[in-house]
């Protein structure tokens, strides 16, 4: 019996080995027939399948005889579909040619590098916020961008005030003097008019946000040396957008904003309107505000004519009106008296209007004209002393673009105005400048083959107090296969000098001197980076991806607002310099519906005046960042954050205590809108905790370095509806 068994299993085994076949595969690029590596074949309706490898080359083993359906998938690309029929082993390979997704392109269409190129083609390292984080970012402050910065790599937000909640942008490092704002490539936030810039952005109408890291002055002007921020504004489409967004939090904050856009035949018109507010809120019980009162109505319209299928007209208007109060909590709910006066208020009026046109002349050659007039006025007051004053700028530019198969030429010119006049009230000496910077620049990207790509430009500025500036630029992107590609990048940049820095906005520009131009010259700089980036598909389910950047800036004879006699402060320039280096690495793990985001910066910033070398302040040498999100079939997301800080310098010669700050997300989403929580700062982490934050009386306080959160553990959540 026992000999009759064996032979009956083993043919059992032969037959069940013949039924089984295998399917080999080399995908390509449809247009650079480039292998693709990382890309997953699937067999329809089975776990069975693998990814591709750094040939484009996917085996798959075990099918059974008959017709099989084998889905073949990779972001960016459209998915593809290929029914074979087994019915004995395959022999052959079979070739398959994806070809690049349009929809998933228009999401990474960048434009802080004034090109029309993909982020993945641009030579020039640029980040870019959009999609569906940017809506997570946004669920966990609506009311402004802070956090959505300062939770990128390499981004630090630095607060500024301990009761107004002022802040500003450090890239690597820098002061945010050194980082340029631009509002869909118009320079809004420069000068006084950057003061409450990051407080009084909402994000509901941005569809991305760009950020350049690095000298960036070739592509916009001066200001940029640390890098740019540029603030994408949703467009109308065909189908209607109406969007609305409820949030409360626990410290007693309320944001409303409402979103319509829609484009018709011959017009298209965008419609943005928030109204935030927040009451005083002091977790420490120290008395005074870690968030202040303020009240903030935003209102940005819109329009657009297309007067031909070649030509395109935009009209906009941005407005916002903000009164804001920090300070003594018993003076800010009005029970003031000679002790508990102290106060910090802000009363500001934000007015802006762009104009846009661009003209397709020819298939290649696109020409673009566009102008901003901007109004600005702010008044800082605090006990016995306010500053206030009203600032006019404009920026207009006309460039002139031609795209060749493998070139791209952009020129333009631009005229640049800034003038500020301060209020003449309670001030030993005025600060009033009257800015003017010409421009002309010229940028070429030019693709040399499937491997590398080369971005090169030049701008000269001429500015009416600080002379002539030649500023060139250099990117290439190195593509060795579509796993591993390397950037590598660099350019000079300049700062036209103002008193409207992170230093004098902590005095509140109290006894600040005005900059003298005969005695003053522009900071210049120069800097580059060397980024890589590699990503692979490990099984069908599970990619990864790691992108590591080393950077390095040096700023010579920077400005340096010192202490003289009778207690004023000015700005000198001593010999010497600043400068960042560092790495970024962001590392990305992807499996089924979970994503786990890694970041760490090293940021190494130091300073040498005559002769003496010394640490950076309010710098975190050492930066993590980490999150992990859970996403259900669009239905649910859930994400877990963890943000660790070093210790940084002070400025008065301390050191600030290292710090971990944790939060948890969750949205429930359904076809027409959204519910949302937001735990922030888990374990309340205060720098009221390591200390106090301020010295002397109540009713004259003097604030210390606000380097860690002074809010604590806010609960924020809401409904988003989409109509």
Same mark, same amino acid.
């Given at each position: 019996?026992?000999?009759?068994?064996?032979?009956?299993?083993?043919?059992?085994?032969?037959?069940?080995?013949?039924?089984?076949?295998?399917?080999?595969?080399?995908?390509?690029?449809?247009?650079?027939?480039?292998?693709?590596?990382?890309?997953?074949?699937?067999?329809?309706?089975?776990?069975?399948?693998?990814?591709?490898?750094?040939?484009?080359?996917?085996?798959?083993?075990?099918?059974?005889?008959?017709?099989?359906?084998?889905?073949?998938?990779?972001?960016?690309?459209?998915?593809?579909?290929?029914?074979?029929?087994?019915?004995?082993?395959?022999?052959?390979?079979?070739?398959?040619?994806?070809?690049?997704?349009?929809?998933?392109?228009?999401?990474?269409?960048?434009?802080?590098?004034?090109?029309?190129?993909?982020?993945?083609?641009? #030579?020039?390292?640029?980040?870019?916020?959009?999609?569906?984080?940017?809506?997570?970012?946004?669920?966990?402050?609506?009311?402004?961008?802070?956090?959505?910065?300062?939770?990128?790599?390499?981004?630090?937000?630095?607060?500024?005030?301990?009761?107004?909640?002022?802040?500003?942008?450090?890239?690597?490092?820098?002061?945010?003097?050194?980082?340029?704002?631009?509002?869909?490539?118009?320079?809004?936030?420069?000068?006084?008019?950057?003061?409450?810039?990051?407080?009084?952005?909402?994000?509901?109408?941005?569809?991305?946000?760009?950020?350049?890291?690095?000298?960036?002055?070739?592509?916009?002007?001066?200001?940029?040396?640390?890098?740019?921020?540029?603030?994408?504004?949703?467009?109308?489409?065909?189908?209607?957008?109406?969007?609305?967004?409820?949030?409360?939090?626990?410290?007693?904050?309320?944001?409303?904003?409402?979103?319509?856009?829609?484009?018709?035949?011959?017009?298209?018109?965008? !419609?943005?309107?928030?109204?935030?507010?927040?009451?005083?809120?002091?977790?420490?019980?120290?008395?005074?505000? %870690?968030?202040?009162?303020?009240?903030?109505?935003?209102?940005?319209?819109?329009?657009?004519?297309?007067?031909?299928?070649?030509?395109?007209? @935009?009209?906009?208007?941005?407005?916002?009106?903000?009164?804001?109060?920090?300070?003594?909590?018993?003076?800010?709910?009005?029970?003031?008296?000679?002790?508990?006066?102290?106060?910090?208020?802000?009363?500001?009026?934000?007015?802006?209007?762009?104009?846009?046109?661009?003209?397709?002349?020819?298939?290649?050659?696109?020409?673009?004209?566009?102008?901003?007039?901007?109004?600005?006025?702010?008044?800082?007051?605090? #006990?016995?002393? %306010?500053?206030?004053?009203?600032?006019?700028?404009?920026?207009?530019?006309?460039?002139?673009?031609?795209?060749?198969?493998?070139?791209?030429?952009?020129?333009?010119?631009?005229?640049?105005?800034?003038?500020?006049?301060?209020?003449?009230?309670?001030?030993?000496? $005025?600060?009033?400048?009257?800015?003017?910077?010409?421009?002309?620049?010229?940028?070429?990207?030019?693709?040399?083959?499937?491997?590398?790509?080369?971005?090169?430009?030049?701008?000269?500025?001429?500015?009416?107090?600080?002379?002539?500036?030649?500023?060139?630029?250099?990117?290439?992107?190195?593509?060795?296969?579509?796993?591993?590609?390397?950037?590598?990048?660099?350019?000079?940049?300049?700062?036209?000098?103002?008193?409207?820095?992170?230093?004098?906005?902590?005095?509140?520009?109290? @006894?600040?001197? #005005? !900059?003298?131009?005969?005695?003053?010259?522009?900071?210049?700089?120069?800097?580059? @980076?060397?980024?890589?980036?590699?990503?692979?598909?490990?099984?069908?389910?599970?990619?990864?991806?790691?992108?590591?950047?080393?950077?390095?800036?040096?700023?010579?004879?920077?400005?340096?607002?010192?202490?003289?006699?009778?207690?004023?402060?000015?700005?000198?320039?001593?010999?010497?310099?600043?400068?960042?280096?560092?790495?970024?690495?962001?590392?990305?793990?992807?499996?089924?519906?979970?994503?786990?985001?890694?970041?760490?910066?090293?940021?190494?910033?130091?300073?040498?005046?005559?002769? $003496?070398?010394?640490?950076?302040?309010?710098?975190?040498?050492?930066?993590?960042?980490?999150?992990?999100?859970?996403?259900?079939?669009?239905?649910?997301?859930?994400?877990?954050?963890?943000?660790?800080?070093?210790?940084?310098?002070?400025?008065?010669?301390?050191?600030?205590?290292?710090?971990?700050?944790?939060? *948890?997300?969750?949205?429930?989403?359904?076809?027409?809108?959204?519910?949302?929580?937001?735990?922030?700062?888990?374990?309340?982490?205060?720098?009221?905790?390591?200390?106090?934050?301020?010295?002397?009386?109540?009713?004259?306080? $003097?604030?210390?370095?606000?380097?860690?959160?002074?809010?604590?553990?806010?609960?924020?959540?809401?409904?988003?509806?989409? *109509?």
């Amino acid at each position: 019996m026992k000999s009759l068994i064996l032979p009956v299993f083993a043919l059992f085994f032969a037959f069940q080995s013949l039924a089984q076949n295998t399917f080999t595969t080399v995908v390509r690029d449809s247009e650079t027939k480039e292998p693709l590596t990382g890309v997953t074949v699937l067999v329809r309706g089975t776990a069975n399948g693998t990814a591709t490898d750094h040939n484009g080359f996917a085996r798959i083993t075990n099918i059974p005889d008959g017709k099989c359906v084998f889905l073949i998938r990779m972001i960016g690309y459209e998915e593809h579909e290929e029914d074979f029929i087994f019915t004995f082993s395959q022999q052959d390979t079979v070739k398959i040619f994806l070809s690049a997704s349009d929809e998933e392109v228009d999401e990474v269409i960048i434009t802080a590098t004034r090109s029309s190129r993909t982020i993945e083609n641009t #030579p020039t390292r640029l980040e870019a916020i959009s999609g569906e984080e940017l809506e997570e970012k946004g669920n966990m402050k609506p009311g402004d961008i802070r956090m959505m910065l300062n939770e990128s790599t390499g981004i630090q937000t630095q607060q500024t005030s301990a009761t107004s909640y002022n802040s500003s942008i450090r890239i690597q490092g820098l002061d945010g003097k050194y980082t340029q704002i631009l509002r869909d490539g118009f320079p809004l936030y420069s000068g006084f008019s950057g003061g409450l810039g990051l407080l009084q952005v909402v994000p509901l109408d941005l569809k991305q946000v760009e950020v350049i890291k690095g000298a960036s002055s070739t592509l916009y002007g001066g200001g940029a040396i640390a890098g740019l921020v540029n603030l994408v504004s949703r467009m109308p489409k065909e189908e209607r957008e109406l969007n609305f967004l409820l949030n409360g939090t626990s410290a007693v904050g309320l944001d409303i904003s409402g979103f319509y856009a829609q484009k018709f035949e011959k017009t298209g018109s965008t !419609v943005f309107a928030s109204y935030n507010s927040g009451n005083p809120y002091d977790p420490a019980d120290i008395g005074f505000t %870690a968030i202040p009162r303020y009240r903030r109505v935003t209102l940005n319209p819109r329009l657009y004519v297309y007067a031909s299928p070649k030509t395109t007209i @935009n009209l906009g208007f941005n407005s916002t009106i903000e009164n804001r109060n920090g300070g003594d909590m018993q003076y800010i709910d009005g029970k003031g008296d000679d002790i508990h006066s102290y106060f910090e208020k802000n009363q500001t009026n934000r007015f802006s209007t762009q104009f846009g046109v661009d003209h397709q002349m020819t298939d290649s050659v696109v020409f673009r004209l566009k102008n901003s007039f901007s109004y600005y006025d702010r008044k800082i007051e605090i #006990p016995d002393f %306010a500053f206030s004053g009203i600032q006019f700028s404009s920026f207009t530019e006309a460039t002139y673009a031609i795209k060749r198969k493998n070139h791209e030429w952009i020129t333009g010119l631009n005229l640049w105005t800034e003038r500020f006049t301060q209020d003449k009230t309670n001030t030993a000496s $005025v600060v009033d400048y009257n800015h003017t910077t010409i421009g002309a620049f010229v940028q070429n990207s030019w693709t040399a083959s499937d491997l590398f790509s080369l971005e090169t430009g030049v701008r000269g500025d001429y500015q009416n107090e600080y002379g002539f500036f030649l500023l060139p630029r250099l990117a290439a992107l190195f593509k060795f296969n579509s796993s591993l590609s390397a950037r590598l990048g660099g350019g000079l940049g300049y700062k036209t000098p103002t008193v409207f820095t992170e230093d004098a906005e902590r005095l509140q520009f109290r @006894n600040v001197l #005005p !900059v003298d131009p005969k005695n003053i010259k522009a900071e210049q700089s120069i800097g580059g @980076n060397l980024d890589l980036n590699y990503r692979t598909s490990i099984t069908p389910e599970m990619s990864f991806s790691l992108n590591i950047l080393f950077f390095y800036t040096r700023i010579l004879k920077p400005l340096v607002l010192t202490p003289v006699e009778n207690g004023f402060y000015e700005f000198l320039q001593p010999d010497g310099f600043i400068d960042t280096k560092g790495v970024e690495v962001n590392a990305k793990l992807t499996y089924s519906d979970f994503k786990l985001f890694v970041g760490y910066t090293l940021a190494d910033v130091n300073q040498q005046m005559n002769g $003496v070398l010394t640490a950076f302040p309010l710098v975190a040498k050492h930066r993590l960042n980490n999150v992990l999100m859970y996403e259900l079939d669009e239905k649910l997301k859930v994400g877990l954050e963890a943000y660790y800080y070093s210790k940084q310098k002070l400025n008065d010669g301390g050191t600030g205590q290292a710090y971990w700050i944790c939060g *948890l997300m969750a949205e429930r989403l359904w076809e027409r809108f959204s519910v949302f929580v937001n735990f922030e700062n888990l374990f309340d982490t205060r720098q009221t905790k390591f200390g106090s934050i301020y010295t002397g009386p109540v009713s004259n306080p $003097v604030f210390k370095d606000i380097y860690a959160p002074v809010d604590g553990f806010v609960v924020n959540g809401g409904i988003k509806l989409r *109509l």
